[in-house]
Structures are given as C-alpha cells and as structure tokens.
C-alpha cells in the first residue's frame, strides 16, 4: 500500500526479479492490485499484492472491496515517499487502511517504510526520526516497524529482510544450528540467504534482526566487532553481480575470496538457499569450508522441509 | 562541442608525484590527466602538445553536425602541426543514449565526416593515427576504450602479453586479462579478442570484489549514521586487524584465547573464484573467473573451465606463480628504468 509513485512495484522488481534499479524508470502506474505469488524458500508462497496508489483506487480498497483487501493480511507494507507534498493526505489514507486492516486483520505484522532515503540532502538521520514520530502518532496503538528505504542502497535489503522474517516459522532453530555450523567451520559467522531474492533469513550471530545492536556483542560474545551493515551490502552486491552474469547468458553459482582480512565462501546449502561462512582465521583451509558445506546440506533440507510443513 | 583531454608523458619525475588519475599510482605506468574545457586551443594549452602523447577528444553523440565537426578537425590538425608523433583519440560518447542501429550509423558518420575533412585539407592526414571509440559512462564501454588508449603508453606491453599468451593455454583459459584493480581499467590481455561481454563481467567482478574486501573486517569505517561509541570501541579492541591491506606488520590474532597464525601480508596474495553455469548449455558446463592478485595493484583475471580450476588446482596456481613472477620482474624493471631517467 501507499500512494502513486511511493515506490511500491519498483522494491518489487529490484527485490522478486532481480532488475536493477536503472529499470524503474520505465514503470508506469500499477492499474488496480497486481497480485504475485512469489516462490520464497521454495514452499513458502508468499502471496504479494501491489495495490496502484491514485487516489480512485484507493477509495475503492477502502469502500467496495474493503473486505477483499484487508482479509487473510499477513503483512502490510505501507510505503511513504519521503519527499512527498501530501504528507496529510497520505496519512489520511494510511490511518483508514490501519482500520481496515485491523477491522479483518488484526494479526497482521505493520511494515511502513519511509523511502526514496537517497533524495533527502539533510541529516538523513534527523528527517527519518521526524517521519518516524509522525507516523506513529497517526498509528495510535497499533504494534508497526517504520524503516527507512531507498533503492538506491542496501536499506531495502534489511528492510526486506525483516519483513520476510516475520514469516519465516523457524528462524530461531535455523539461528542454533547455523551457530553449531559456525562451530564446526571455525567462522566468526555463518549467514543464510534465500536463493532467488538473497534476502536474510538467519544467520549465526544472535539477533539478525536487530543489527544496529552488534556493537555491544563485542567482548559478550568475543565475535570481532564487524561493520553493521554488511549483510544487506552482501545482498545488494550479491544481487547485482547475479546481474551481470545474466547479462552474459551464465548463472552465478559460488564464489570463494580469500582476501587479505578474512575467507568467504558462498555456495548453495539447500535448493533454496546460500550460505556465507566469513572466516578470520588464516589457517582454515577453503577446502574444508566447501566440504562441511557439502555434509551440512542433508541436514538443513530437513530443517527447512520440517519447518515449512508444521 | 568537440572537447579535448590532455594526457601528460611521464617523462620527468618531479611533475610524477602529481599524478593521481583514477588509481594508476604506481601501476605499470605512471601518467598524468588534463582534463581541459570546451574552449581550450591549442594555444590556450598553455604547455607545448609535445609534451603530450595522447589526445582524446570527447564528442557527443548526437553532435554529427557541422559545427562541432569543424572544431574536432581544427584542433586535430593543430595538434598534428606541432606533435605529429601524438596519439590522437576520438571518444564518441554518450552512446547508450542512441537505439543500437543508430548508435552505430551515428558512429560511422562522424567517423567518415572527419575522416573526409582532413583528406580534404591534406592527404597526407592518412597516415595520421586517428582512433575512434564508442562509449558511454552507463556500462564498461568507457573502461574498455581508455583501456586500449592506454595500452599505447604501455613499453612493457608485448612483454606482459607475451606472459598471458603463454598462460591461458597452459590452464585452458579462452580470456584473461592484467587489470588495475582500483581503476578497473586492464593493462593488458591475451591474443584471443576481447569480447565485451566478458570485459563487462570482469569489471563487475572487480567491483563486487573491492567492496566486499572491507565490508568483513573487524574494524569497520566508521559510517557517518553510527554514533561516537563505534570510535571508542576500535582503539579499546584487543582484536583489532589492519585496516589497510597495504600494512607490513603481522596483525594480532582476532579470537582472543589462543593466538592464531595470521597472514603475513607481504607474501600473501588475495585471490577468489566465481562458478557460473550456463544454463543454456544441456551438458550443464560451468565456468570459473578466477582472479589473483599478481602485485600490489595488478590482478589477474581468467575465465576457464571449472573442471579444470575444480580438479587441477594445483596447475592453476603453478602457472599464477611463474607468471606472478614475470609480471613483477616487468615492473621492477620500468621502475628501475624511471629512477634512473
Ligand atoms: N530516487 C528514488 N526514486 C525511486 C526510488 N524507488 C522508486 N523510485 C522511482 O519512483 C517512481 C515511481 O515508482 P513505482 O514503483 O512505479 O511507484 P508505485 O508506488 O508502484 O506507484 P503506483 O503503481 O501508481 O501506486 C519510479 O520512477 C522509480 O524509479 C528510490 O528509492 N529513490
Ligand atoms: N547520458 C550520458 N550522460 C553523460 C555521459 N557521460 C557524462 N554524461 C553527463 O554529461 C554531463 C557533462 O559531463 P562532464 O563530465 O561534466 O562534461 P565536461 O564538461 O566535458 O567535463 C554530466 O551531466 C554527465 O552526467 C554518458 O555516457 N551518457
Ligand atoms: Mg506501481
């Protein structure tokens, strides 16, 4: 949800269908409610409406087709142009939609992002924070995550991730034995990444969720200190480099690196999924990493095959 | 608007320590940029043209018309008059503004006009090394055309082809390239042609590389949105490794209990490996681009079959040594030869 020209069909096509953002340009207004069912970990189908935001529609979401909206809800994404002249009218709208939705709804998790991030010139901290109140002022006492986005960087990424999260059963039991792997690796970190989107979906460090917070993990925990952004910058990076090998007819499957302050490994773990491990210890051979990679496979495809059945 | 950009020789040290074009420090070849307006002449330069060795001339696509190519044939046979051994370059640029049909018509009439105007003026003009490019900063085209701009000012060129030539059969490679990491421009490649395609892939994977070689280090950059408390925490950590790959010392060991073997960086070089499929092949053949760092700068990049990288490692680095070897003899010879110009 959210209104015309927010940026609601380009996140879709950056994210489901791996287009680069240069490819949005094109889009024009979404006519009515595009519904897409997207494959995500392969069993999970995530049921995607992308609701065209002019006005005439919008009202019709709200009257007629009230019920047929905001019925069986999991997530509603309401996304804000940051740099909107509307600011009232938009939040007219979305206080009707949080209605709706919790009219039919009310389970459903509230997800409202504040993007196009890259247009603000100001201290993008300080408009964010002040976007931030405004939007939980209008949404009362209703439980919502406000993020900032934009297209341009890798916020939509974590953005992302954490709006899968909220739909993926098993992410805690996934976190315990990707820190078993980790063990077994001798990583400072294992991450997982949904196949097609490279979203996050777990990794071993405690709280995937909440990465602004790993800087108190230090010393707790003795995992180094590492950059708080980086597993949105490696599906950004990932995503685009799956680009390029497209553009030249080849499918990207794996990639090792051994650089000067850490080995990486990258490679399928199940059918759906890729598995980084980031290793600081020097003497920790690639070979090995790609062999317990091999034996974890077996196990993980349960994991996820259990998971998804319950 | 014709314009026109300046490159310096690098025939004096002093004038050298300037030099920070996109990287190149210290690279097979030193050289310096000048970037110069629309307005410059040949007399507004200011320096006389010989102390130049290539001139590249940057046009507009779309500009096919009369005017503009008066002023690119002006300053054509201006710079000829005085330096008749400089290398001229022509950039068509701003190509991916133009459908692919008229990208290319519009290429080769601007090409034919000025080609035909200095026949007109003399014809001694045929003998003239004139060199036209289409590019574009939207893709690699740009990088590939000054790539081969480059290449001219490269002494060691045959030398550093030679070593590839001799490698990619030894491995099985259809293409490898030497690239300036930084600059993602290659400084040389092997016999087989240069597919832009492959090129395009190359930078990206250079690209990709770059910005995952810091994005896993203990002690992060301190971004602009993180608070004070980031600053502190590095200076206090007793695991802290070097920021900067170029540091000699061994760092300290990262897992705090027992102290781990950590890479000496002066004999360590990066490397990584990426496996692609083509999914249109039924045999379901996969390739490899591997890159390995040769020096400080240079790195070598080579596509080749994954049965090969996946089952004859051993062959692969063996090769990257002997040529790794050969490329740093290369350097330290042209930077014994600078030192003693
Ligand atoms: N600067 C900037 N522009 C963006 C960003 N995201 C999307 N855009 C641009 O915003 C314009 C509108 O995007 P759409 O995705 O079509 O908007 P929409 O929300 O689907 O609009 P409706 O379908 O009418 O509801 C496009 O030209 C995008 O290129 C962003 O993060 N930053
Ligand atoms: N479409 C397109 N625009 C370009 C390209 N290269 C540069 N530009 C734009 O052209 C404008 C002028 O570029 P600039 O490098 O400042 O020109 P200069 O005056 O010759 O130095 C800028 O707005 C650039 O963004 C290109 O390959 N394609
Ligand atoms: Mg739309």
Redesign the interface.
């Known amino acids: 949800m959210g209104a015309s020209g927010s940026g609601k069909t380009s996140m879709r096509s950056l994210i489901f269908s791996n287009n680069p953002a240069?490819l949005t340009a094109r889009l024009g207004a979404t006519i009515d409610v595009e519904q897409n069912h997207v494959r995500f970990l392969g069993d999970l189908v995530l049921n995607l409406w992308d609701c065209g935001g002019q006005d005439s529609f919008m009202d019709s979401y709200l009257t007629t087709q009230r019920a047929t909206i905001f019925k069986q809800v999991g997530v509603m994404i309401y996304v804000f142009d940051v740099e909107t002249r509307e600011m009232g009218k938009d939040l007219e709208y979305y206080r009707d939609c949080l209605a709706g939705l919790q009219q039919y709804s009310p389970d459903a998790a509230i997800f409202l992002l504040v993007h196009k991030m890259d247009l603000v010139r100001e201290p993008?901290?300080t408009a964010f924070q002040r976007k931030k109140q405004e939007l939980q002022d209008a949404s009362g006492d209703a439980v919502i995550s406000v993020l900032g986005t934009s297209m341009y960087d890798e916020s939509l990424y974590k953005a992302w991730s954490n709006i899968v999260h909220t739909l993926i059963p098993n992410a805690a039991i996934l976190t315990k034995h990707l820190q078993t792997f980790a063990g077994a690796c001798n990583a400072?970190?294992v991450i997982l990444f949904e196949r097609t989107t490279f979203l996050v979906i777990a990794s071993s460090s405690p709280t995937p969720t909440s990465l602004d917070t790993s800087?108190e993990l230090?010393g707790t925990t003795?995992i180094?200190?590492?950059?708080?952004?980086?597993y949105e910058?490696?599906s950004e990076?990932?995503k685009?480099?799956k680009h390029?090998?497209s553009?030249?007819?080849?499918?990207?499957?794996?990639?090792?690196?051994?650089?000067?302050?850490?080995t990486?490994v990258l490679d399928e773990m199940t059918r759906n999924t890729y598995v980084m491990v980031?290793i600081?210890?020097?003497?920790i051979e690639i070979a090995a990493v790609k062999l317990n990679i091999r034996l974890a496979r077996r196990k993980f495809e349960e994991l996820q095959s259990d998971s998804l059945v319950s | 608007r014709p314009r026109l950009n300046g490159h310096r020789s690098s025939s004096d040290t002093v004038e050298r320590t300037k030099i920070l074009l996109l990287g190149l420090r210290s690279t097979v070849i030193p050289l310096q940029i000048w970037d110069c307006p629309a307005n410059t002449t040949v007399e507004s330069l200011g320096v006389p043209l010989s102390q130049f060795s290539t001139i590249i001339f940057v046009i507009d696509i779309r500009d096919l018309y009369n005017q503009p190519i008066s002023k690119l044939v002006e300053f054509i046979v201006a710079s000829y008059a005085e330096n008749p051994s400089i290398i001229l370059e022509v950039f068509v640029h701003k190509a991916e503004k133009l459908q692919e049909d008229d990208k290319i018509e519009n290429f080769r009439q601007i090409h034919e006009r000025v080609s035909d105007r200095l026949l007109d003026i003399s014809p001694e003009y045929e003998q003239m090394q004139l060199n036209f490019h289409l590019t574009s900063v939207y893709d690699h085209s740009l990088h590939e055309a000054f790539s081969r701009v480059l290449h001219k000012l490269i002494q060691s060129l045959p030398f550093l082809e030679e070593l590839l030539n001799v490698f990619c059969p030894n491995i099985q490679s259809p293409k490898a390239f030497l690239f300036d990491t930084r600059s993602r421009l290659y400084v040389a490649t092997d016999a087989s042609p240069v597919d832009s395609a492959t090129h395009n892939l190359c930078c990206d994977y250079l690209l990709m590389l770059n910005s995952f070689g810091p994005l896993y280090n203990p002690t992060p950059p301190i971004h602009p949105a993180t608070n004070g408390s980031a600053t502190n925490g590095s200076t206090s950590s007793t695991h802290s490794r070097p920021a900067a790959p170029s540091m000699t010392s061994a760092p300290p060991s990262i897992h705090t209990p027992q102290p781990n073997p950590t890479r000496h960086t002066d004999f360590f070089y990066p490397s990584s490996s990426t496996t692609l499929n083509a999914p249109s092949s039924p045999s379901g053949a996969s390739t490899t681009l591997s890159y390995h760092l040769i020096t400080k700068h240079l790195a070598l990049l080579a596509l080749l079959p994954s049965t090969v990288y996946e089952e004859r490692r051993g062959l692969v680095e063996y090769n990257v040594v002997f040529f790794r070897q050969g490329v740093q003899e290369i350097c330290a010879e042209e930077e014994f030869a600078r030192v003693g110009e």
Do not use: N
Request: proline residues 4%; contains cysteine; negative net charge.
């Open positions: 240069s993008r901290l400072t970190e800087l230090e003795g180094p200190k590492l950059d708080a952004k980086r910058r490696t990076l990932i685009a480099f390029s090998c553009r030249v007819r080849e499918e990207f499957r794996s990639l090792e690196m051994e650089l000067y302050d850490f990486a980031i600081h210890d020097p003497t």
